[in-house]
């Protein structure tokens, strides 16, 4: 990818939303603080743009509803990180470079990973009789120390220079009227912040009793 891959950079030339757009995805349906909202939504970085697909923190909270909703919203991806530090530490084909591998199969390794180790969790559940410690042995950079013992081979920064392809042509059999009906729409800033006023308010509605324990 030419230029800086910095977050913004990566998400324009991003296939994430394609499907999206193009109207492939499912329908997506859900109630917060009653109002309806049909885009599923990402927790990012206050570096991403403000649409209704993402929902960034609230910089320098002052009120406790809003100290609650930044609290909340920061424990999530910390379980997603650990949750991938986990499969990380487990099956080494989730350490190599991704860019020789096409996007379908990527999908096919992540799902094959994590069946995997479902598997060895509910076959292995009643040896872990140190959970604690087997806990933060995970949470600790597993990957790097692995590497560094096993050498170069095992490294994340190992790059084979194969050359990365990607389509840049049009979709085809695209409704365009509809596709930049939707583009508008994933980019609505009103909706952005209508979604995340209500999901302040929802869990501050739903988790407030356990601040005040």
Same mark, same amino acid.
């Given at each position: *990818?030419?230029? %800086?891959?910095?977050?913004?950079?990566?998400?324009? =030339?991003?296939?994430?939303?394609?499907?999206?757009? #193009?109207?492939? !995805?499912?329908?997506?349906?859900?109630?917060?603080?009653?109002? #309806?909202?049909?885009?599923?939504?990402?927790?990012? &970085?206050?570096?991403?743009?403000?649409?209704?697909? +993402?929902?960034?923190?609230?910089?320098?909270?002052?009120?406790?509803? &809003?100290?609650?909703?930044?609290?909340?919203?920061? !424990?999530?991806?910390?379980?997603?990180? /650990?949750? +991938?530090?986990?499969?990380? !530490? =487990?099956?080494?084909?989730? /350490?190599?470079?991704?860019?020789? $591998?096409?996007?379908?199969?990527?999908?096919?390794?992540?799902?094959?990973?994590?069946? *995997?180790?479902? *598997?060895?969790?509910?076959?292995? =559940?009643?040896?872990?009789?140190?959970?604690?410690?087997?806990?933060?042995?995970?949470?600790?950079?597993?990957? #790097?120390?692995?590497?560094? =013992?096993?050498?170069?081979?095992?490294?994340?920064?190992?790059?084979?220079?194969?050359? $990365?392809?990607?389509?840049?042509?049009?979709?085809?059999?695209?409704?365009?009227?509809?596709? $930049?009906? /939707?583009?508008?729409?994933?980019? &609505?800033?009103?909706?952005? %912040?209508?979604?995340?006023?209500?999901?302040?308010?929802?869990?501050?509605?739903?988790? /407030?009793?356990?601040?005040?324990?």
């Amino acid at each position: *990818m030419p230029g %800086s891959c910095n977050d913004l950079n990566v998400l324009y =030339r991003s296939p994430v939303f394609d499907d999206v757009l #193009q109207g492939r !995805a499912p329908p997506i349906n859900f109630w917060v603080n009653g109002h #309806q909202y049909e885009w599923a939504y990402y927790l990012a &970085d206050g570096i991403y743009p403000r649409w209704p697909t +993402f929902i960034q923190g609230i910089t320098h909270p002052q009120v406790q509803k &809003d100290k609650l909703f930044v609290d909340q919203q920061a !424990a999530i991806p910390k379980d997603v990180e /650990r949750a +991938f530090g986990v499969l990380q !530490a =487990r099956f080494a084909i989730l /350490r190599q470079p991704s860019l020789a $591998f096409d996007e379908d199969i990527l999908c096919d390794i992540m799902k094959a990973c994590i069946i *995997m180790h479902n *598997m060895i969790v509910e076959d292995e =559940r009643h040896n872990y009789t140190h959970a604690d410690s087997l806990r933060l042995y995970y949470e600790e950079d597993r990957p #790097q120390r692995t590497a560094a =013992r096993a050498g170069p081979s095992t490294s994340a920064t190992v790059n084979n220079n194969d050359p $990365f392809e990607f389509n840049v042509g049009r979709p085809p059999n695209i409704d365009f009227n509809a596709y $930049f009906q /939707r583009r508008i729409a994933l980019r &609505d800033r009103e909706i952005h %912040s209508s979604l995340k006023q209500d999901l302040v308010e929802h869990i501050w509605q739903n988790f /407030r009793h356990k601040t005040a324990e």
